[in-house]
C-alpha cells in the first residue's frame, strides 16, 4: 500500500528533523573527539588513541546506519576481537558520518586521530589511483565475477597496499551492491538522462562516468544527497538499493532504474601505524575479525537488498524501471577504453579482472 502525500510530507518532515538533530551530533561528537584527543595528547596517554579503564579506546568511522549490513559486520567484527583482546582494546563504532563524512573521516584515519574507517573505493581514488578501476562502468560483467575478485585476499593484498605510503590501508571489503540511477523523475533511457543534475561520489572518475552518460555531475558527499535532491538542487543520484530505504532517498526520489552501472565495493580502511604497532597475534586477531565481518555483511546485504525493494515499493512509492541495460552500455562504450589510456596503473587489475569476468562468462553464469 502506499503511503499517501500527507504521510510522504510528515515522513519528510521528520527526516529534516532527524537531519538538524544528526548535524547537531556530529559538531557535538566531532568537538567531542577532539576534545578527548586533546586531553589524551595533553596526559601523555597514547598516541592519537586514548585509554579508558586502560583500555585502548580504538575508533571506526562509517557513513550508514545503525541497521546497515555494514554496521552488522561492523558489530562481528567488535565482538570477535573483545572476545579475545577485551583487556586491552574497547572497539567504539561511530555510524551515520558522525565524525564526518566519507573523505573527512579518511583524512582522520589517516592522521591517527581515528583508526579505522569504511568508505567506497571511489574516495580513495586520489590516495591510489588504482582504485579508480572500480568507478569504470560496466566493469564486473556478473556478480559472481566481482565478489571472486574481491574475495581473492591474496590478489587484493597488493592493491591494499597502495595506500601505504598515504599513512592507511584496506583490511577487507564490504558488499554495496550494484549502482544504479534514481530521480525525481523516471530514467527510461540514456536521452532521459541529458542534463538532468545527478549526484556523484567525490572523485573525477565519478563525474567522468555521470557526464559520459549525458547527465551533469553533482559531486557531493553521501549525508548531503537527501537534503539536495529535496530540495531541488540535484534531480537525483545513483547508489544501490539501500540508499533508498537505509538512507531515506525513496521520499524524495521516486523512480529507480535498473541500468547497473558499477559495483563498487566499500573497503575497511586502517590506520597503517596503528597496525604495525599491533603483535603479530593481535594483528592477525584483527585481521580474522576484519575477514569476519565481510561474511557477516555479505549475508545482510542480500537479505537487506530484497526488503529494501519492498519496503520502496510498497511504503515509500518507489517505481523500479527495468531498462534496455545495453542502450546503456552502448552509450559509455568508449569510457573503459579512455581510462586505460590514461592511467596505467589501473591496467593490471583491469586485466585480472577480464580473466574473471571471461571464466564466469564461459561457465554461463553472467
Ligand atoms: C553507498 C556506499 C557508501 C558510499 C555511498 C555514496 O552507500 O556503501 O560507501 O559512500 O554509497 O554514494 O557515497
Redesign the pocket.
Known amino acids: 500500500m502506499f503511503h499517501a502525500k500527507a504521510d510522504t510530507d510528515r515522513d519528510a518532515g521528520n527526516h529534516r528533523k532527524e537531519l538538524v538533530f544528526m548535524k547537531n551530533m556530529k559538531k557535538m561528537c566531532a568537538a567531542l573527539l577532539s576534545a578527548g584527543l586533546a586531553f589524551a595528547a595533553a596526559s601523555g596517554l597514547t598516541g592519537c588513541g586514548s585509554l579508558n579503564d586502560g583500555k585502548r579506546i580504538v575508533r571506526i568511522s562509517?557513513?550508514?546506519s545503525e541497521t546497515?549490513p555494514?554496521h552488522l559486520g561492523l558489530l562481528k567484527f567488535k565482538e570477535y576481537i573483545e572476545e579475545r583482546l577485551g583487556d586491552k582494546y574497547e572497539i567504539q563504532i561511530y555510524p551515520n558520518e558522525l565524525l564526518g563524512?566519507?573523505q573527512k573521516a579518511i583524512e582522520l584515519t589517516q592522521t591517527g586521530a581515528i583508526d579505522f574507517v569504511?568508505?567506497?573505493t571511489?574516495?580513495l581514488e586520489n590516495f591510489a589511483d588504482v582504485y579508480e578501476v572500480f568507478s569504470m562502468p560496466y566493469l564486473f560483467t556478473s556478480e559472481g565475477a566481482y565478489h571472486e575478485v574481491m574475495n581473492d585476499t591474496d590478489y587484493m593484498e597488493a592493491v591494499y597496499e597502495s595506500t601505504n605510503e598515504a599513512g592507511f590501508r584496506v583490511l577487507t571489503w564490504?558488499n554495496?551492491?550494484t549502482?544504479s540511477f534514481y530521480a525525481k523523475k523516471a530514467i527510461h533511457t540514456p536521452d532521459d538522462l541529458k542534463g538532468l543534475k545527478m549526484?556523484?561520489?567525490?572523485s573525477p572518475a565519478s563525474v567522468n562516468m555521470a557526464n559520459a552518460f549525458g547527465a551533469a555531475a553533482s559531486p557531493m558527499?553521501?549525508g548531503e544527497?537527501y537534503t539536495a535532491i529535496q530540495q531541488g538542487v540535484i534531480d537525483g543520484?545513483?547508489?544501490?538499493e539501500?540508499?533508498l530505504t537505509?538512507?531515506k532517498h525513496g521520499e524524495v526520489a521516486k523512480y529507480y532504474s535498473y541500468n547497473m552501472h558499477q559495483m563498487?565495493p566499500?573497503m575497511l580502511i586502517g590506520n597503517l601505524k596503528f597496525l604495525e604497532g599491533l603483535s603479530e597475534e593481535e594483528y592477525g586477531i584483527f585481521r580474522d575479525a576484519a575477514l569476519l565481518s565481510t561474511e557477516e555483511e555479505m549475508v545482510y546485504w542480500d537479505e537487506q537488498v530484497e526488503e529494501a525493494k519492498a519496503i520502496a515499493k510498497d511504503q515509500m512509492g518507489v517505481e523500479f524501471i527495468d531498462v534496455d541495460v545495453q542502450a546503456f552500455k552502448d552509450k559509455v562504450s568508449t569510457v573503459q577504453q579512455d581510462m586505460l589510456d590514461e592511467n596505467e596503473s589501473i591496467r593490471d587489475l583491469y586485466d585480472h579482472i577480464q580473466q574473471v569476468n571471461e571464466k564466469y562468462a564461459t561457465e554461463g553464469e553472467s
Open positions: 562509517h557513513a550508514q546497515h555494514e563524512g566519507a569504511v568508505a567506497g571511489a574516495n564490504y554495496a551492491g549502482r549526484r556523484v561520489q567525490q558527499s553521501f544527497v543520484a545513483e547508489n544501490n539501500l540508499a537505509n538512507n563498487v566499500d
